[in-house]
């Protein structure tokens, strides 16, 4: 595992180096922003926190933040390697691996959602809030910080993405902007989806309520779930309705707030 985690930052690098080299104008940006790091968990701090400081909460507090919740929660620097390397293996726009850490908000906001998520349950409840608030004004993406979230995950473009409280999203799910896994209005307690591993979901679609994607379905863009989606299944439409991989058709939508 060390050997693999080693590689990859040292293909970050050598990707920087050759980039400061091509485009000196950025040379000292690239030196800061990664080539100053020993690891890649100390250039995720330091660039988080240098996108997120304010005069409300200063780059060097927040970076003592992720530093400290990157401490506590090793999993965080694991799984934010899993997402460099989902968004290079599956979006067809990542040609280097440096792209996600330095210029990717979807990646951003899925590690500011880590920290939060762990500050969320350590009881800093509005400390992880300031932070979920701070990434929905920066980057266009809403994550309540109490919603769980897995590895190698995908958030391409991610202008508009919004994850309510109660959902969890599995491993190696891939998603584009202006998804949304949300409540119905309807209902508290656990109200929101449950995504299983590998799910697919295209531009635009609403997800609502508390029901189970299977593993391996596919979200049709602009679609509207109201239904459970079985495993490897591909659903489509407002209402969406099984077209490929299931037997079962979703009713039709009733009451949707």
Request: with cysteine.
């Amino acid at each position: 595992m060390n050997t693999i985690r080693d590689q990859l930052w040292q293909d970050i690098r050598d990707e920087a180096a050759q980039a400061a080299r091509d485009e000196p104008v950025l040379a000292s940006y690239l030196h800061r922003a990664l080539l100053s790091h020993a690891t890649l968990e100390s250039a995720l701090l330091y660039n988080l926190a240098e996108l997120l400081g304010s005069s409300v909460v200063s780059a060097l507090t927040l970076q003592q933040v992720f530093a400290q919740a990157l401490a506590a929660a090793p999993a965080i620097g694991v799984n934010a390697r899993r997402d460099i390397l989902a968004y290079h293996e599956r979006d067809p726009a990542c040609d280097r691996y440096l792209m996600p850490l330095l210029y990717f908000k979807g990646f951003h906001a899925l590690q500011v959602h880590r920290t939060a998520h762990h500050l969320w349950q350590s009881g800093r409840r509005p400390l992880a809030l300031f932070l979920q608030n701070q990434c929905s004004e920066r980057f266009g993406v809403d994550i309540h910080p109490a919603a769980r979230i897995g590895g190698g995950i995908m958030i391409d473009h991610a202008t508009g993405v919004v994850i309510g409280e109660t959902a969890s999203v599995g491993d190696d799910v891939s998603m584009l902007h202006s998804v949304t896994l949300g409540g119905t209005g309807c209902e508290g307690g656990d109200r929101h989806p449950k995504v299983r591993a590998g799910v697919l979901i295209a531009a635009g679609a609403q997800i609502l309520g508390n029901i189970e994607i299977g593993a391996g379905a596919r979200i049709g863009a602009g679609s509207l779930v109201l239904d459970p989606v079985p495993p490897g299944a591909t659903v489509v439409g407002v209402p969406a309705r099984i077209v490929a991989g299931g037997a079962a058709e979703p009713r039709a939508a009733q009451g949707v707030a």
